[in-house]
């Protein structure tokens, strides 16, 4: 009788076969790891003008000098200027005009900036959704348009820090005009508890667009039904364009054509009168450049700040790829009993 022994043979498929399975499981990993590799971004080459506008905001000429020796060699250079208090207050408005100025370039290039990135990434979901771009484009142009609004999001930060340390410096200036001048601290103080200046009403003659900038070339934001009523600063942004606020506070444009001005009543406009004059701290040069340092200059320079963080928050919404078809009908129902 022919008796093989088995062992080799059964040696050699023990350890064949978890070979195998190791080969098996590392092609299966590599090939997960190929898909779920994130797309490489496209450069985005959209919203040119409105980025030219910002650099042109941010640049360091148009930014505030830096100031050797702070708010002290600042404000010696005041009194070696002037020895009239009045004057010198005077001095001080120009720069926080100056200031002023620069915060709500920055504040609104930006934000038409942002604006102009999101209608993109809107852009590019409707244009897969419609077949003009294709399926496996669409991650990495919305990647690319996340990578450059990124970058634009750290300028708009730098350049806001920058504002916010030179215009501390002109408070701490505005301060020590304040504490040379009795008075000024009330007079300050009512013209801040003032009421606010009145927004215009409108009423919307037709529907309508609103902007990003006076243009139709801008970024669209927001849009007007017939009839809907809306309020703004009042008086035309620019030729034919009228500027009207937001529901988050933010600043929008419509062309004039479609707006019907709303008249306040009488006794609106008596209230509004009296708020102005309070405003204005009697005339007082020194209460009103410490009114505009202490009062006016931070709300711009909040109101940049919050659109900055805001953007950023948002960022992730903005570019993100719309869930598959799949995921959607997945999704728990809303309950929508009483």
Same mark, same amino acid.
């Given at each position: ?26 092609? %299966?990993?590599? !090939? ?38 702070? +708010?002290?060699? $600042? ?17 001080? =408005?120009? *720069? ?45 142009? !919305? ?14 930060? *730098? ?42 009403? $409108? ?23 017939? %009839? ?9 942004? +620019? ?14 444009? @419509? ?6 001005? @709303? ?11 009296? +708020? ?7 005339? *007082? ?23 900055? *963080? ?10 993100? %790829? ?11 129902? @809303?309950?929508? =009993?009483?």
């Amino acid at each position: 009788m022919d008796i093989r022994d088995p062992s080799p043979p059964m040696t050699r498929s023990l350890f064949l076969a978890p070979l195998g399975r190791v080969l098996t499981l590392s092609l %299966l990993t590599g !090939l997960a790891a190929c898909q779920t590799e994130p797309a490489k971004p496209v450069v985005s080459s959209s919203c040119q003008v409105e980025r030219a506008d910002f650099a042109a905001a941010i640049d360091r000429n148009a930014l505030p000098k830096d100031q050797p020796g702070g +708010a002290d060699a $600042y404000y010696a250079a005041l009194r070696r200027a002037s020895t009239d208090p009045g004057q010198e207050a005077r001095s001080l =408005s120009t *720069d926080i005009d100056e200031d002023t100025k620069t915060v709500e370039h920055v504040t609104a290039s930006f934000a038409t900036l942002k604006a102009c990135r999101f209608d993109r990434a809107e852009e590019i979901r409707s244009g897969v959704a419609g077949g003009s771009v294709a399926a496996a484009d669409m991650a990495p142009l !919305l990647a690319g348009e996340q990578a450059s609004f990124s970058s634009e999001i750290a300028l708009a930060q *730098d350049a806001a820090q920058h504002l916010a340390q030179h215009d501390d410096m002109l408070r701490q200036v505005a301060g020590r005009l304040a504490t040379a001048a009795p008075g000024t601290a009330l007079k300050v103080a009512r013209a801040a508890a003032a009421a606010p200046p009145p927004q215009q009403p $409108y009423v919307a003659t037709a529907a309508a667009l609103i902007y990003a900038k006076p243009a139709s070339t801008g970024a669209r934001v927001a849009s007007l039904r017939r %009839l809907q009523r809306v309020q703004g600063p009042g008086g035309e942004a +620019a030729p034919g364009w009228v500027q009207l606020t937001l529901n988050d506070g933010s600043a929008g444009y @419509v062309e004039s054509g479609v707006l019907r001005p @709303v008249q306040p009543n009488a006794s609106a406009l008596k209230a509004a009168a009296r +708020a102005d004059a309070t405003r204005s701290a009697g005339g *007082d040069p020194i209460a009103e450049a410490v009114l505009a340092a202490q009062v006016s200059l931070p709300q711009r320079q909040q109101a940049l700040t919050s659109l900055i *963080d805001a953007s950023s928050e948002a960022m992730a919404q903005a570019f993100s %790829l719309p869930l598959p078809a799949t995921a959607k009908s997945e999704a728990p129902p @809303v309950d929508e =009993s009483p």
